[in-house]
């Protein structure tokens, strides 16, 4: 098992760093690909390394899943990033899932991966770009098909276990949930 997490600089920091934690407990193979070179400045203003350049990665390299955390700024340049659009198409043409959490799915829609019948959720202030059909405000996880939305940071725990549960099962995330206690 092995997935692709972007880092976009504004990206918020809970949804990033607690998808990357929650994958590597749960024994998934996590690269954290930077769509910018250094540190990336997140939207708290943390610093934050990846471990390489998106651009350095293989495109002929199969990842599970490609996970997009969200903050405003950093979807922005999520949206803007013709390497995260090649990505998201590979994830289609191979059959693999893709992850976007809070304002990242509007990432999703700039690169016209969204399918008009995916039902998803995001943040809030970015649900008026999604039709009224395709929204599933009521739900904090949405899973459908080899696609998974969450609500926002106060959701990413639970987003995180999601993307576990799809690729490794539920005892994988009672397993991680062993060590971090949380909320399930």
């Known amino acids: 098992m092995s997935a692709l997490v972007f880092l976009a600089p504004g990206f918020e920091e809970i949804e990033g760093i607690t998808v990357i934690d929650v994958l590597r407990r749960a024994e998934i193979?996590?690269?954290?690909?930077?769509?910018?070179?250094?540190?990336?400045?997140?939207?708290?203003?943390?610093?934050?390394?990846?471990?390489?350049?998106?651009?350095?990665?293989?495109?002929?390299?199969?990842?599970?899943?490609?996970?997009?955390?969200?903050?405003?700024?950093?979807?922005?340049?999520?949206?803007?990033?013709r390497l995260v659009r090649e990505w998201l198409e590979r994830q289609r043409q191979r059959g693999q899932w893709v992850a976007a959490i809070c304002a990242a799915p509007t990432a999703l829609l700039a690169h016209g991966w969204l399918q008009p019948e995916h039902k998803l959720v995001?943040?809030?202030?970015?649900?008026?770009q999604f039709s009224a059909d395709q929204m599933q405000p009521d739900k904090r996880v949405v899973v459908d098909g080899k696609l998974i939305t969450s609500l926002a940071a106060g959701s990413a725990m639970e987003f995180a276990y999601e993307i576990v549960r799809q690729l490794r099962g539920a005892e994988a995330v009672s397993k991680v949930n062993q060590g971090v206690h949380a909320v399930v």
């Open 122 to 128: 995001s943040h809030p202030t970015v649900q008026a």
């Open 29 to 81: 193979e996590t690269v954290v690909a930077g769509l910018t070179p250094g540190p990336i400045t997140a939207a708290r203003q943390t610093k934050h390394l990846a471990d390489v350049l998106l651009s350095e990665v293989d495109p002929a390299r199969e990842f599970e899943i490609v996970v997009l955390p969200g903050g405003a700024e950093g979807a922005k340049h999520l949206a803007e990033s």
